[in-house]
């Protein structure tokens, strides 16, 4: 009887033991497993001008929820529907706008110069800033947050960029979240953003 008792605990225990090691393997596959134990690398320092020619770094995302875009001034399509969408959260926040910082990031500081963002930029909501700087300073941040940009050459001698679409939302101490979802009316998301200030 003692033997058989034992036979089931060892069955039972090596069944356990093949679920958990399964489930593992799975989460590991799938990359969920590192998510839960650790969160991503996203962020980092920097030192970018924004488009009156302030300094910004790291460190002016202390103390309010971030939201996030990389982009270049001569996009198409994906960069200015991002920011008009950016600047439809942040009139939706109303007087709490100010109480979050919304950063444009260019990948193409070739042609981002500061006045280049500040022009582009009059045409979105005033709490938007756009952040350029030089190509090793834009290199630094584009790693940091692993972003992917690439330029690509055009027919008529011109190029194009390629590049990540996501908006970061990053927490009050500078860290990464989550990607912002603004495929929702502008009172969800900014309904949302309110729970980080």
């Known amino acids: ?16 033991f093949s679920l958990i090691v399964g ?6 596959l799938t990359g969920t497993f590192r998510s839960v134990t650790a969160p991503a690398a996203i962020g980092g320092p920097f030192q970018l001008t924004d488009n009156a020619g302030q300094p910004v770094t790291e460190k002016s995302l202390q103390g309010r929820p971030s939201l996030i875009f990389f982009g270049f001034t001569h996009c198409p399509d994906v960069c200015p529907t991002s920011l008009f969408e950016m600047s439809e959260v942040l009139r939706a926040l109303g007087p709490d706008a100010a109480r979050v910082n919304a950063y444009f990031i260019s990948v193409d500081p070739e042609r981002d110069t500061v006045a ?19 190509p090793e300073a834009i290199a630094q941040v584009l790693t940091g947050y692993r972003v992917y940009a690439k330029k690509v050459p055009q027919k008529d001698g011109d190029y194009t960029m390629d ?5 970061y939302l990053m927490d009050r101490n500078g860290n990464f979240v989550k990607p912002f979802d603004l495929k929702r009316t502008p009172e969800e998301a900014a309904a949302e953003l309110k729970t980080y200030l």
């Open 116 to 134: 280049a963002m500040k022009d582009y930029l009059s045409s979105f909501d005033p709490h938007l800033k756009g952040l350029t700087g030089s």
């Open 23 to 28: 489930l593992i393997l799975v989460l590991s």
């Open 163 to 167: 590049h990540t679409a996501l908006i």
């Open 1 to 16: 009887m003692a033997a058989k008792l034992n036979r089931s605990i060892v069955i039972a225990a090596s069944f356990g």
